[in-house]
């Protein structure tokens, strides 16, 4: 969706699950206690904690009102139903025991992250099981009619927490908020589940066998809500999309690292052609988020701002008030709107909450890298940035000890000067943008068409292999040496090079970039083909710099 919007996703994600539901099927009303969100009540462990270290619970575990029956019907997921089906149909087609760890196994191969530790967390380590890093969950239940579900959704932490790497570049089980998860395939995570619950909801009592296996402290009472409300109606709801769509929604969300918030909302607004058109393929790749409230916009390219505000220009960190985390949180709160499925009245009512949230970020710091560093041409590095690149990607405090970013020029850098895929910022048409209007947001944004991209911040670069807005170059090598660019390489459950800056891999006969022999990534790679729509890899192809210029430049980043 954008290189700085908070949460990145506006996929429809529980669309892309199938279990959207007719009103019908769940008569009556009811509403989920988020896990996690006991925290921050009254006895719990941040109940009176300061604004920015609520912000981060809420970052891991907030649904903004998303976790109830009505959500069902939207974007909300039956958990335990899509997880069971999961895992009965790996076991049948790999032949693995059918348990929880199936399961596991399956999400991680999409990317779904399960750590050990939040390696940046204040206070107290959270809880991380149940469900992994980025799903919310919690047990909606009602008396009359008798209902209980555990109910699920993404939250800000689906892309937005990546793991960390060792001093060989491998990731770790630790996860750092606020990273891109460069590796969560929502595509793959569709496709599956689709044909998961498609092929095993044929058989009802098999697959509340294996809910029983997958999760043994589920009820009796949900075990018969899935059985009467809700297998009938997703077992005809998939065989619908599979008539209309051939699939479970007509776009794709771009495969490890990207979404495509442009085309899920289209979709969720009901403007999404299905004509194959070229803005269906409007791919980013989530960035860190690091400086995100140096911005004065949102999105990739910007088309996000506060009514009669500045869109672009200098922003430092002593410019970032009150008021301006409130204007970003107020939009932030349009995206709610996309990534959760609430109503643009419940959107609105989640501000204070995204507020929280902003004020986390505002106190993020990337990760420091963990490899080595050549000091002598890492300060070389500095000079050539600062020379260079500076102007559009921002002001950081002197020296190579822990650089911090206190300057974004928010610079918008056109078409023409860039010459980056041009898919994403065309595709912000002016029907698009009138679609707002109808969710009561006109006062919060101001949204333009900007014909260009907005130069991201560079803190923790070195650990969001791959680059571009659309994850389209692999390494920072490829990208300062546009004809060295491979057209095909790798990407998901990837390991970095720290000498490339980057996915590790070596160029095979055929031309692609593939992971080291021998590598055995943690999730499932797809093979990123740049000769797609929406994937090119061109632009950015500035070349007044030496080789030996390059590599000093290289050295510098690793420390931002």
Not at 53 to 58: F, I
Not at 322 to 330: G, K, N, Q, Y
Request: net charge negative; glycine share 12%; with cysteine.
């Amino acid at each position: 969706m954008s290189r700085r919007a908070l949460p990145i996703l506006i996929a429809v994600l529980a669309t892309t699950t199938g279990c959207s539901l007719p009103g019908r099927m769940m008569r009556g009303y009811a509403k989920a206690d988020p896990r996690g969100l006991d925290l921050l009540e009254e006895g719990g462990a941040f109940a009176h904690a300061a604004p920015e270290v609520r912000g981060q619970v809420r970052f891991l575990y907030d649904d903004f009102g998303s976790l109830t029956t009505d959500g069902l019907e939207r974007y909300g997921m039956p958990w335990k139903l899509v997880g069971g089906a999961l895992a009965l149909h790996r076991s049948r087609t790999t032949g693995e025991p059918l348990s929880r760890g199936t399961l596991d196994r399956a999400l991680a191969d999409h990317g779904f992250v399960q750590p050990h530790r939040i390696a940046n967390w204040t206070g107290p380590q959270p809880r991380l099981d149940g469900a992994p890093m980025g799903i919310v969950t919690g047990l909606a239940q009602r008396g009359f009619p008798a209902v209980e579900v555990q109910v699920a959704n993404v939250g800000c932490a689906t892309c937005h927490a990546g793991p960390l790497y060792d001093a060989e570049g491998r990731p770790t089980d630790e996860v750092w908020l606020g990273l891109p998860n460069a590796s969560m395939d929502l595509s793959g995570f569709a496709d599956e589940a689709f044909q998961a619950l498609r092929a095993e909801l044929r058989e009802p009592d098999s697959v509340l066998v294996a809910v029983t296996r997958v999760f043994p402290e589920v009820t009796d009472r949900e075990l018969a809500t899935l059985r009467k409300h809700l297998i009938p109606t997703v077992r005809e709801e998939l065989e619908e999309r599979a008539v209309r769509y051939g699939g479970l929604i007509p776009f794709e969300n771009g495969g490890p690292g990207l979404s495509n918030g442009v085309a899920s909302s289209g979709f969720m607004f009901g403007i999404l052609e299905d004509d194959g058109r070229a803005h269906h393929r409007a791919f980013v790749q989530p960035p860190d988020l690091t400086a995100t409230t140096l911005r004065l916009s949102l999105l990739t390219d910007g088309v996000h701002a506060p009514p009669g505000g500045p869109r672009f220009g200098p922003m430092s960190r002593e410019e970032v008030t009150p008021e301006h985390l409130h204007d970003l949180a107020s939009i932030t709160s349009l995206f709610v709107l996309g990534t959760q499925g609430v109503s643009p009245e419940q959107a609105r009512a989640s501000i204070p909450r995204v507020e929280e949230i902003l004020r986390f970020v505002d106190r993020l710091e990337s990760p420091p890298f963990p490899g080595p560093v050549d000091p002598e041409l890492a300060r070389k590095g500095e000079g050539l940035y600062r020379e260079q690149c500076g102007s559009c990607h921002g002001t950081y405090t002197p020296g190579i000890e822990r650089p911090r970013l206190v300057e974004h020029p928010n610079r918008l850098v056109t078409q023409e000067r860039m010459g980056t895929d041009r898919v994403r910022w065309e595709a912000a048409s002016p029907e698009r943008l009138s679609v707002l209007e109808a969710t009561g947001f006109g006062h919060i944004t101001e949204p333009v068409a900007t014909g260009g991209y907005v130069a991201p911040d560079l803190s923790g670069v070195w650990a969001s292999a791959p680059y571009l807005h659309n994850g389209s170059v692999p390494t920072l090598w490829h990208l300062l040496n546009p004809e060295e660019r491979p057209e095909r390489f790798e990407v998901g459950g990837h390991a970095l090079d720290y000498r490339l800056m980057g996915i590790a891999g070596e160029t095979g006969d055929d031309g692609a970039y593939r992971y080291p022999r021998g590598y055995e990534p943690w999730a499932r790679p797809t093979l990123f083909d740049t000769r797609e729509p929406g994937r090119s890899n061109a632009g950015h192809e500035f070349r007044n710099l030496t080789p030996d210029e390059k590599w000093a430049l290289i050295e510098y980043m690793k420390v931002l």
